[in-house]
């Protein structure tokens, strides 16, 4: 068997195996862009639907809830905020 046929027959399957391992990974990355491609749309429509429940149930709600929280949250804060002790 001359030189370059023994090289080839010691390359061929790396390769092989080079090129298994470069579609499974690629069959990875694209599966798991299309999952997350998904998942985004499944949220924009949950996001949407819940939008529109919102406003069909009367919009002021989530916006008086909001200013109820914002509130508490500053009280909260204020009371855990270190003071300055003077002697």
Do not use: K
Request: overall charge negative; hydrophobic content about 45%; charged content about 25%.
């Amino acid at each position: 068997m001359p030189t370059w046929q023994a090289v080839l027959v010691g390359i061929i399957p790396s390769i092989g195996v080079g090129l298994i391992f470069w579609f499974a990974i690629r069959s990875v990355i694209r599966a798991d862009r299309n999952e997350r491609a998904a998942l985004a749309r499944m949220e924009a429509e949950q996001d949407a639907a819940e939008a529109a429940e919102r406003d069909d149930a009367g919009g002021d709600a989530g916006a008086e809830s909001a200013r109820n929280s914002s509130a508490e949250n500053s009280a909260e804060n204020s009371a855990d905020a270190p003071r300055d002790i003077q002697s």
